[in-house]
């Protein structure tokens, strides 16, 4: 790896632990020469260090812990070796069942935040500046405790984009709606938000202003068509 190229594409698998050692040196080694990727380095690890906050908890299916118990209850094989040979097998059997919880759970992350992300990096090819945009994590009012967010903001750009996860059905005859708060409470509207059947939407907007210029953003459950906020509020984010 030239240690003039940007690493930007790795900086994800980089912060995920994921690279081979000889990967993650080169990165390391970039990283102390270029600005520009520790900045890249600082964004990509907050926000993926958000994502599992704003994405609903995910079990693996029931095959999959039968398919670990069943690997763990095998009998070992004779002459092996090694470091896992020295593990009690209830310690193995928990260490498997919550690398498949977590596995399971970043795929499901992974998958509903897809059209999230190609909207982030829309914002980033429009924002002037790398490394400009902000991270806002939603969480569920008592109207949706289940609920949660994450709102990413280029200011530069004056653009938001909005996923949100495991919201209830609407009330009959409404939609939600995305506001941004001021400090005197004015409601400045940023869209509507249409779900999929298992309560996840996705939306991007203007956001007229800095993020400065607004105290919070909240989801709404509004009468089609209103203008105006009235409606309870199931998501807030400080921001």
């Known amino acids: 790896m030239a240690s003039r190229g940007h690493v930007e594409e790795l900086l994800p698998d980089y912060h995920l632990g994921h690279l081979l050692p000889e990967e993650a040196g080169a990165v390391e080694e970039h990283l102390r020469e270029c600005e ?20 609903p908890q995910a079990a693996p ?9 069943a690997e ?4 070992e094989e004779a002459g092996r070796t090694g470091r896992w040979d020295r593990i009690p097998a209830i310690v193995a059997a928990a ?4 690398a498949a919880v977590l596995g399971w759970a970043y795929l499901e992350v992974r998958d509903e935040n897809r059209q999230l992300r190609a909207e982030i990096q829309e914002l980033r090819e429009r924002s002037p500046q790398p490394g400009d945009l902000l991270v806002a994590i939603a969480t569920g009012t008592d109207e949706a405790p ?14 938001l984009a909005l996923g949100v996860y495991n919201l209830p059905a609407p009330p009959q005859g409404h939609t939600y709606q995305a506001w941004l708060i001021r400090e005197d409470g004015e ?4 869209g509507q938000m249409q779900l999929d059947e ?16 607004y105290e919070r953003l909240e989801i ?5 068509g209103a203008a105006e906020k009235t409606g309870p509020v199931y998501l807030r984010a400080a921001l």
Request: hydrophobic share 40%.
């Open 72 to 75: 763990v209850r095998k009998p």
């Open 146 to 159: 289940e609920a949660r967010g994450t709102a990413v903001m280029a200011p530069q750009a004056g653009e």
């Open 95 to 98: 260490a498997l069942l919550a």
């Open 61 to 69: 299916p029931e095959r999959v812990r039968e398919r670990l118990m």
């Open 36 to 55: 520009r990727c520790r900045r890249s380095l600082e964004e990509v690890s907050e926000t993926l260090d958000a994502l599992p906050y704003a994405a």
């Open 198 to 213: 298992h309560g996840d939407g996705h939306m991007t907007g203007a956001m007229p202003g800095p993020p400065g210029a």
């Open 187 to 190: 409601a400045v509207p940023l």
């Open 220 to 224: 709404t459950a509004e009468p089609r």
